[in-house]
T-cell receptor
Framework: KAGVTQTPRYLIKTRGQQVTLSCSPISGHRSVSWYQQTPGQGLQFLFEYFSETQRNKGNFPGRFSGRQFSNSRSEMNVSTLELGDSALYLC???????????????FGQGTRLTVV | DQQVKQNSPSLSVQEGRISILNCDYTNSMFDYFLWYKKYPAEGPTFLISISSIKDKNEDGRFTVFLNKSAKHLSLHIVPSQPGDSAVYFCAAVVYSGGGADGLTFGKGTHLIIQP
């Protein structure tokens, strides 16, 4: 079956703009998590959605938000972009939150966001 | 406060030898640990995991050891192969209430297998 699909793969934005990233999970997976990867901080958890509800949220400012649709596709939005938001944003999908099935999450290839 | 630490940013090992990647954690609530492997321009892929009730899990060339008292885990790759060259992330998770929180990752160790 198809893997996790993230679009776009690459994006360049200017400071102050906003951006929306998209993630289509593996068919049948209802949990979608978002992570930010930077060289200095590694992989950091942003938030997790399950059945259109945000279940968990990492330690990021309110400029970072997300949502999940009824087909489990998810979007994340970053408003008022800052230079420090430049990173690889990864989406991971899993069958259910909780239980060992969730911990073995499948990742997409990521969206490389560059803020200039 | 970094709850999962991989103190070696890079590790170089000769092909055929054992690669040992280390990971330390501070949160005693973590009850499940995972290793992910990441190639450039790709998302991390799941490699192997271990529950906190075990101290060893083996899958082919990969073995993960967990020392709960020391809050330390390690990934052993034997024998190391050129295709193992990648960045390895250690991750941990706490099960809470009705389900797991997000994964907490270390910063990764770049493993380089030399011919």
């Amino acid at each position: 079956k198809a893997g996790v699909t993230q679009t776009p793969r690459y994006l360049i934005k200017t400071r102050g703009q906003q951006v929306t990233l998209s993630c289509s999970p593996i068919s049948g997976h209802r949990s979608v998590s978002w992570y930010q990867q930077t060289p200095g901080q590694g992989l950091q958890f942003l938030f997790e959605y399950f059945s259109e509800t945000q279940r968990n949220k990492g330690n990021f400012p309110g400029r970072f938000s997300g949502r999940q649709f009824s087909n489990s596709r998810s979007e994340m939005n970053v408003s008022t972009l800052e230079l420090g938001d430049s990173a690889l944003y990864l989406c991971a999908s899993s069958h259910i939150p909780g239980g060992e099935a969730n911990t073995e999450a499948f990742f997409g290839q990521g969206t490389r966001l560059t803020v200039v | 406060d970094q709850q999962v630490k991989q103190n070696s940013p890079s590790l170089s090992v000769q092909e055929g030898r054992i690669s040992i990647l280390n990971c330390d954690y501070t949160n005693s609530m973590f009850d499940y640990f995972l290793w992910y492997k990441k190639y450039p321009a790709e998302g991390p892929t799941f490699l192997i995991s271990i529950s906190s009730i075990k101290d060893k899990n083996e899958d082919g060339r990969f073995t993960v050891f967990l020392n709960k008292s020391a809050k330390h885990l390690s990934l052993h790759i034997v024998p190391s192969q050129p295709g193992d060259s990648a960045v390895y992330f250690c991750a941990a998770v706490v099960y809470s209430g009705g389900g797991a929180d997000g994964l907490t990752f270390g910063k990764g160790t770049h493993l380089i297998i030399q011919p």
